[in-house]
């Protein structure tokens, strides 16, 4: 399994950006389809956005669509998120993950066998 560590949550206020990265380790991911989940408390575990392995194709939840945007750079190993009028609603822990294999799509949590630890969005309305 490819090791994924987040980093650039952090607080912020409504109307703001962040971006978010993710840095692989332990195998390379430009084969692997690579996503960002979000779980806000009492929530179930979110898609917000993927890219496949070249860069080609992305997807976009409703929520996030024409706010947030997603992209890779397979030459260092790592993903990126860019949030952009951020809401109060989108505060959360926000997760990147790899599918259980490569080549593969999916939009369900359980075919998603490598995670980050998350990092923390706050955003104050």
């Known amino acids: 399994q490819v090791q994924l560590v987040e980093s650039g949550g952090g607080l912020v206020q409504a109307g703001g950006s962040l971006r978010l990265s993710c840095a692989a380790s332990?195998?390379?991911?430009?084969?692997?389809?690579m996503a960002w989940f979000r779980q806000a408390p009492g929530k179930e575990r979110e898609l917000l956005a993927y890219i496949s392995w070249g860069g080609s194709r992305t997807y976009y939840a409703n929520s996030v669509k024409g706010r947030f945007a997603i992209s890779r750079d397979n030459a260092k190993n790592t993903v990126y998120l860019q949030m952009n009028s951020l809401k109060f609603e989108d505060t959360a822990v926000y997760y990147c993950?790899?599918?259980?294999?490569?080549?593969?799509?999916?939009?369900?949590?359980?075919?998603?066998?490598?995670w980050g630890q998350g990092t923390q969005v706050t955003v104050s309305s």
């Open positions: 993950a790899a599918p259980l294999k490569p080549f593969y799509t999916s939009t369900y949590v359980p075919d998603f066998g490598s």
């Open positions: 332990g195998r390379t991911i430009s084969t692997y389809t």
